[in-house]
């Protein structure tokens, strides 16, 4: 509204003739000088200068609305964006409805915990026709860890929608709606989300993946003030792909490790720690989520995966509509299947704090090939999969 016109503001046509003389187009020009600057630069009275100043204000200062319209308003738009139901009933009914379009969701938990999969099942359901309850739309999936893999993803397929794969050239034609891309750096990935914001209309892309965000920004600035810089053009235009395309965006994010009373490290830079016992025995490792809170700002949902007392658990951790709830799931041939659609409400920290339940003696060790294997990847252009 700053930038309206004083021309079409329906002024007097004497005083807006002045205004344009003196070059004072907008009505942010004008609001930017004080009524005595206004006299002077105008050489008029002050009766006419406070007249004037009243009426653009009146017309660029935003209505009044009371919070029963901005709820409607809000309820109006949710309906309007859409979801992608993840086909988890408790986790689509606590979503009301799925995975939201226009925000970030993020999926935050230890290697192997099953965000690969998670996401794996998202791209069938946004490429399934419509009438079989998906979005009938591409894929961009960017695989920065190179775990995606096409056989996992058919064998989901067949097992989650068998009328659909075992028809004749429909598995074919499901993976080729999902493109799978792989960055080398943050420059080229940058690069890459310039090419997706023209692809996203053109090619009909109803979903977009980033499995890891993390492992993007940890394999090119250790210090914490460079990453920050680095994650905050890629967080604001990841934003605006959003709100531009109207579609979902989900970003898997990696764990640090918070043990006792050590300083914060990531996972792979934790010490070993002397036990008592001889036989290697299951403990809960306490994490947080990498990136740091900028990042967890700028998400709207997340979502976190945690293997806790022999059980996993997807955490409704972060939402506006939801209340914090925690779903246990076990990963079969056919991805992440729910034990219990009603959920279980956590209170407190509980619910941001990450569990995961390792061997021991095998923790340093798996963890360290784990990170380590973040930066020694092999990329190619976005290509279809084969």
């Known amino acids: 509204m700053a930038n309206k016109l004083i021309n079409q503001m329906a002024l007097p046509k004497s005083i807006a003739n002045i205004f344009a003389a003196r070059n004072i187009i907008t009505a942010k020009d004008a609001l930017s000088l004080t009524e005595f600057e206004l006299m002077e630069l105008l050489d008029v009275g002050m009766a006419e200068v406070t007249s004037a100043m009243a009426h653009i204000s009146e017309v660029v200062c935003p209505p009044c609305q009371t919070a029963l319209l901005l709820m409607e308003q809000r309820v109006r738009n949710e309906s309007l964006a859409g979801h992608l139901p993840t086909r988890l009933k408790g986790l689509d009914e606590a979503l009301c409805g799925g995975i939201p379009f226009g925000v970030l969701t993020e999926l935050v938990g230890p290697p192997g915990i099953g965000k690969t999969q998670f996401c794996l099942k998202l791209s069938l359901l946004a490429s399934l026709p419509v009438n079989c309850g998906g979005l009938d739309g591409r894929v961009i999936y960017i695989d920065v860890e190179s775990k995606f893999s096409s056989k996992r993803l058919i064998e989901i397929g067949t097992k989650s929608f068998p009328e659909i794969f075992h028809k004749k050239g429909m598995a074919q034609e499901m993976a080729g709606r999902i493109r799978i891309l792989r960055p080398t750096s943050l420059s080229e990935f940058a690069e890459s989300l310039q090419r997706i914001k023209v692809s996203l209309l053109q090619q009909q892309v109803k979903l977009l993946i980033v499995d890891s965000m993390a492992a993007l920004v940890l394999g090119e600035h250790d210090c914490g003030a460079s990453r920050q810089q680095a994650l905050g053009w890629h967080v604001s235009f990841i934003k605006s792909l959003a709100e531009f395309s109207r579609i979902p965006i989900v970003l898997t994010n990696q764990v640090r490790s918070h043990i006792g009373d050590e300083s914060l490290m990531y996972s792979f830079q934790a010490q070993s720690r002397p036990t008592k016992e001889d036989n290697p025995v299951t403990f ?92 020694s990847f092999t990329y190619s252009k976005l290509q279809p999969i084969q």
């Not at 920290?349 to 569990?355: C, D, F, Q």
Request: with cysteine.
């Open 284 to 375: 809960d490792s306490h994490l947080v989520a990498a990136l740091g809170i900028n990042w967890a700002h700028a998400v709207t949902i997340r979502l976190v995966l945690e293997s806790r007392s022999g059980q996993r658990f997807i955490k409704l951790a972060k939402s506006p509509m939801s209340p914090p709830l925690a779903f246990p799931f076990n990963i079969t041939s056919s991805g992440i299947v729910l034990l219990d659609d009603d959920g279980i409400e956590m209170k407190g920290p509980e619910i941001n704090t990450i569990h995961c339940q390792v061997k021991r003696e095998k923790l340093d060790f798996g963890l360290l090939v784990h990170f380590s294997n973040l930066f």
